[in-house]
């Protein structure tokens, strides 16, 4: 956990040993009051559209602040940029006027601490601001290797791990959308087929911002072939996100989540998963445990956790899904 001072729970603190400004639920909420655009009762309704689980509260408490920081944030950009352009004007090196590129907000964590639902929300939410209103989400599923791919590498239980994804082509996404291109895709993962869907890509269109969801997008690059470092796709984010909860929590999440999929989606024939519904719950849960425990879990241990001090903000689950602390990276 990122370092706090003892008895800091109800009260700011800014201890020197740490980069983050430690808050506690209270103090964020707090925040809520000095937001200048709250939600209206059909907003509310909206959002719960989304079909997500969240409670009304969470979503006023803790997402509505965290909307208004980043609105915060992306203005600040703006600003950055206008001095960027006059200093560049005034240097006469022919660069003329930089346009703008999208505010790429990283969103980290565990296989079902809640990223899905924290990066639909804040997409939501960030929308309703008229500085920015084309906010576009991708997820770095996408970038996976193919199952076929997978299983020749001797990958199939390693999926999520650093290896089992297309590390420089996800990289090479992020920096084109930082490069300002004008139209820049991604390949599409689906849950349903547990691959990558021949052929399809998805498409960004320089939206005002782009989220970016995954569990290892603050992870440093491997190292190339040749052994020399390279950059992360973390290098070219303006804002990161890590949700954070206990390890036991996540995983009782996690099944919960497979328990209601395989009432729901595991159903469809096409499901990858579909055996999952032809035995009992409990063989079908203790499938589940498995892949928590030998697959997840150590990744969350070895890959995702050691990333959390590289986040801008980071979230504090408690056992219900709600936020209990935040930190936020001093500047
Ligand atoms: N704020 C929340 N309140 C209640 N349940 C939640 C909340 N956030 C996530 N969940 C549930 O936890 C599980 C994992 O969330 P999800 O967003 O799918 O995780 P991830 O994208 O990190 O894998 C899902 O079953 C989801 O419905
Ligand atoms: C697809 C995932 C690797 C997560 O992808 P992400 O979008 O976070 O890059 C993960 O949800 C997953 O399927 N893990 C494999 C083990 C399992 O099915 O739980």
Known sequence: MITSPPHSANRRSEHPSTPYVDLSRAEWSALRDKTPLPLSAAEVEQLRGLGDVIDLDEVRDVYLPLS??????????????????????????????????????????????????????????????????????????????PMKELQARGLMARKGFPESYDRRALTRFVADIK?????????????????IVPGERLTVRRPDILIVEGINVLQPALPGKDGR???????YFDFSVYVD??????????????????ETAFQNPASYFRKYTQVSEEEALEYARTMWRTINKPNLLENVAPTRGRATLVLRKGPDHKVQRLSLRKL
């Open 229 to 235: 470092t390279r950059v992360g796709l973390a290098d």
């Open 245 to 262: 909860a206990r390890p036991e929590d996540i995983e009782r999440w996690y099944l919960n989540r497979f328990r209601k999929l395989r």
């Open 68 to 145: 208004r920081l980043l609105n915060l944030y992306v203005q600040a950009t703006g600003e950055l940029r206008g001095a960027l352009n006059t200093f560049l004007g005034e240097a006469g090196g022919g660069q003329g006027e930089q346009p703008g590129t999208p505010f790429v907000i990283g969103v980290a964590g565990s296989v079902a601490v809640g990223k899905s639902t924290v990066a639909r929300l804040l997409q939501a939410m960030l929308a309703r601001w008229p500085e920015h209103p084309r906010v576009e989400r991708v997820t770095t599923d996408g970038f996976l290797l």
């Open 179 to 195: 490069a300002g291109k004008d139209e820049v895709t991604a390949p599409v993962y689906s849950h349903l087929i547990y691959d």
